[in-house]
């Protein structure tokens, strides 16, 4: 049981499932900022073009509120199609706004990056096969 919960806190303690963690919380708030964009500056001027009314007020009605036998109202049944679109365009700019945001971290992470500088050129001189062949050639001379 100790190990499992050893196991456990490595886990949890990896940097990059903290980073996921930030990340997702990050997201979240950045998700309500783009929701507002769209609900309180970008559907309502979408609103003004398609004749002032909200846009998330288009359905279409399949049937319509009606009253049963026992005298209980039963709700309309509609296709609430303007709802839809305006999930989608709320996607869109969410999806461009990440696109954005990762791009533009992007090249502040390259502009960072220390260029890296060539290894040095090895000096100039005779290669270490060529020392050990002339230290052999004098040896073999001092014999002689």
Sequence with gaps: MKKFFQEFK???MRGNVVDMAVGVIIGGAFGKIVTSLVNDVIMPVVGVLTGGTSFTDYK???KETSVDAAGNEVAEVAI???QFVQTVVDFIIV???IFVAIKLMNRLVRKEQPKEEPAPA???G???EELLAEIRDLLKAQKK
């Design 95 to 97: 999806a461009f706004c």
């Design 60 to 62: 279409c009605v399949i």
């Design 80 to 82: 609430t199609w303007g």
């Design 122 to 124: 090895a000096p100039a």
């Design 10 to 12: 490595e886990f949890a």
């Design 126 to 128: 005779p290669t270490q």
